[in-house]
């Protein structure tokens, strides 16, 4: 089992910057792909970011490519989403996921375990 609690959210103007964190508790980190997913109101839950089990691999949504940044550390079981350059329609619950498995994937229903989610909001 892996229990992730995120934090790092809140309200910021448009331009502005946030990072979340997503800390994680249990099994092994290092053996977990990580991603960063968001859901807005009305809205299906779709993948941000995903980073691979050493971090030297990410994988962004076009929509967030050049803005967001994914990182972990290993050794703080840590995992990372640094936001850049926020807009509006950016405004979402983030979550956090983990997945037992060797490669980054964008499907939520492909990870195993999830956080309870930070909310973001972007005001214009």
């Known amino acids: 089992q892996v229990q992730l609690v995120e934090s790092g959210g809140g309200l910021v103007q448009a331009g502005g910057s946030l990072r979340l964190s997503c800390a994680a508790s249990?099994?092994?980190?290092?053996?977990?792909?990580m991603g960063w997913f968001r859901q807005a109101p009305g809205k299906e839950r779709e993948f941000v970011a995903g980073?691979?089990?050493?971090?030297?691999?990410?994988y962004y949504a076009s929509s967030v490519k050049g803005r967001f940044t994914g990182s972990r550390d290993n050794a703080k079981n840590t995992v990372y989403l640094q936001m850049n350059s926020l807009k509006p329609e950016d405004t979402a619950v983030y979550y956090c996921?983990?997945?037992?498995?060797?490669?980054?994937?964008?499907?939520?229903?492909?990870?195993?375990?999830w956080g309870q989610g930070t909310q973001v909001t972007v005001s214009s």
């Open positions: 980073i691979s089990r050493s971090g030297g691999l990410t």
């Open positions: 249990g099994r092994t980190f290092s053996s977990v792909v």
């Open positions: 996921a983990g997945r037992l498995a060797t490669v980054v994937v964008t499907a939520p229903r492909e990870y195993d375990y």
